[in-house]
């Protein structure tokens, strides 16, 4: 990897233990509130999220435990 720069990754992760609209609301400003998140849409009916983000920055577990964090579980 080249100095400074970015390596944008999309995921999909799955959420369990939303059940409302602030609850979806909730998970989007924390993943939106991670350094190196440039985008993330949670999708309440789904139950999941669709997050990009600098893979440099972060990695999949950390994302997960971004959900924890928040109160919910990773499925």
Same mark, same amino acid.
Request: with cysteine; hydrophobic share 40%; net charge neutral.
């Given at each position: 990897?080249?100095?400074g720069k970015k390596e944008k990754t999309q995921i999909t992760l799955n959420i369990e233990?939303?059940?409302c609209e602030m609850c979806s609301s909730r998970m989007q400003?924390?993943?939106l509130a991670?350094?190196?998140v440039y985008?993330?849409?949670v999708d309440l009916e789904n139950k999941?999220? *669709?997050v990009t983000y600098d893979a440099g920055k972060l990695?999949?577990?950390d994302l997960k435990n971004i959900i924890r964090e928040t109160g919910? *579980?990773?499925a």
């Open positions: 990897m080249l100095f233990g939303m059940h400003k924390a993943f991670a350094k190196g985008d993330a849409k999941c999220a *669709q990695s999949e577990e919910y *579980q990773p």
